[in-house]
């Protein structure tokens, strides 16, 4: 039973590019969260997806930033036109009820 | 909007020591609270939940209180070993398929 998957792991972009980060929820689970955590810092809600739909994205930065979750594949969290203070790590979570199961994350460092 | 405090935002005990961490919570409508240890460069694991329907919950050496009234819970972890070191994270959420309100983490080192 698979567990939630992130990739990539690691991301390093310069300045000015794109930044795509993709997460496939555990079996079963239609409920998808994107968390931002920077370093030593607790994590941030940025936005809460179900399949083809966005229910919350009140923690997301109006400009830039963008979620989806298609039908079929990953959800994936684009950030256009990366900046430094876009390098943090980006969590996943997939949810059954209440629980939320974290993915092992994606650290994006932005050159 | 929820705002869940956390303390203390770092804990040093000595191994075979208790540690208690605290959290508090503003929103009345809040009815689910678990907890999550991340270690160093790892995902959070979720530990231990506790539902608001109930005042406490035990998992071998880690328990949650709830006082719904004072609007406040705590993790509580007996006879502490190395491998408890990590930081820990505490969350609220109002219902089912809620986003989570995270504290801001309590960095636990456990002295051999």
């Known amino acids: 039973n698979a567990g939630v998957m992130q990739n990539p792991r690691h991301l390093v972009r310069r300045r000015g590019q794109e930044a795509r980060l993709r997460c496939s929820p555990m079996k079963g689970h239609s409920h998808v969260y994107w968390y931002r955590q920077l370093p030593e810092e607790g994590l941030k809600f940025m936005v809460y997806l179900q399949k083809e739909n966005i229910i919350d994205e009140s923690g997301m930065p109006k400009e830039r930033f963008s979620a989806e979750f298609p039908k079929e594949g990953p959800s994936i969290l684009r950030i256009q036109q990366v900046v430094r203070g876009d390098s943090a790590a980006y969590f996943c979570?997939?949810?059954?009820?209440?629980?939320?199961?974290f993915g092992p994350g994606t650290r994006l460092t932005v050159t | 909007g929820e705002n869940v405090e956390q303390h203390p935002s770092t804990l040093s005990v000595q191994e075979g020591d208790s540690a208690v961490i605290k959290c508090t919570y503003s929103d009345s409508a809040s009815n689910y609270f678990p907890w999550y240890k991340q270690e160093l460069g790892k995902r959070p694991q979720l530990i231990i939940d506790?539902?608001?329907?109930?005042g406490e919950k035990k998992d071998q050496r880690i328990a949650v209180t709830l006082n719904k009234t004072a609007k406040h819970f705590s993790l509580h972890i007996t006879e502490t070993q190395p491998e408890d070191s990590a930081v820990y994270f505490c969350a609220a959420s109002k219902k089912n398929f809620n986003k989570f309100y995270f504290g801001s983490g309590t960095k636990l080192n456990v002295k051999p």
């Open positions: 979570a997939s949810a059954r009820q209440d629980e939320q199961y």
């Open positions: 506790i539902r608001s329907n109930v």
